[in-house]
């Protein structure tokens, strides 16, 4: 296992585009985890996956946001009509038992020009 | 008030000093304790967890928990210019699910 993959590395999109990002944990992790840091800032946390089920969402998470765990496996997340102020880097991670920290991916740096 | 504060920096040390980074955080329901580095472009990277308040020492690295002050801090003895990153602190509670980050402190480590 080679650890938490994440495509693309870099997305570069004009505004009002819809982007989508992939990402491929641990397998023997149940729990998914989706993160947005911006420049200089910690990661803010925006959605939580158990196996398939998405138990819990960030007010970070506008209805312009949706992420999916089919299967319990692979997730993504999909921006659509991006803005600006989406641009930042978004993480993916996975863990067993959360309070003993998870694992991160390399992100995804999102550009929106 | 954001619930978990830490000291941006940059910080910047001579190779081999010891180095001390701090955070500290506003609610005692926190339990769980993390730091992370993270190199540039890269995701973070765990380093230590702790529970309980006190020490934990792992090689180069000592997490220190004090609950009563809600204060955690993360020190590193015999700095590398490899150390150079930016190092966050990281807390939950026990049952949640939701990591809660400082904004990091960047530091660097001049050979």
């Known amino acids: 296992d080679t650890g938490v993959s994440q495509n693309p590395r870099h997305k570069i999109t004009k505004r009002g585009q819809n982007v989508t990002f992939r990402c491929d944990p641990i397998?023997?992790?149940?729990?998914l985890y989706w993160y947005r840091q911006t420049l200089g800032q910690g990661p803010e946390f925006l959605t939580y996956?158990?196996?398939?089920?998405?138990?819990?969402k960030s007010r970070l998470l506008s209805d312009r946001f949706s992420a999916e765990r089919p299967k319990g496996s692979f997730s993504t997340l999909e921006i659509q009509r991006t803005e600006q102020g989406d641009s930042a880097m978004y993480l993916c991670?996975?863990?067993?038992?959360?309070?003993?920290?998870?694992?991160f991916g390399s992100g995804t740096r999102l550009t929106v020009v | 008030q954001k619930e978990v504060e830490q000291d941006p920096g940059p910080l910047s040390v001579p190779e081999g000093a010891i180095v001390s980074l701090n955070c500290t955080y506003s609610?005692?329901?926190?339990?769980?304790f993390m730091w992370y580095r993270q190199y540039s472009r890269k995701g973070p990277e765990l380093l230590m967890y702790?529970?309980?308040?006190g020490n934990k020492e792992d090689g180069r690295f000592t997490a220190q928990v004090d609950k009563s002050s809600k204060y955690i801090s993360l020190f590193i003895r015999d700095s590398q210019p490899s150390d150079s990153a930016t190092y966050l602190c990281?807390?939950?509670?026990?049952?949640?699910?939701?990591?809660?980050f400082g904004q990091g402190t960047r530091l660097t480590i001049n050979p």
């Open positions: 991670a996975s863990s067993l038992m959360a309070v003993y920290g998870y694992t």
């Open positions: 397998s023997e992790h149940n729990r």
């Open positions: 996956f158990q196996n398939e089920a998405q138990l819990e």
């Open positions: 609610n005692s329901a926190f339990q769980y």
């Open positions: 702790t529970y309980s308040s």
């Open positions: 990281a807390i939950i509670i026990q049952g949640a699910q939701k990591l809660v």
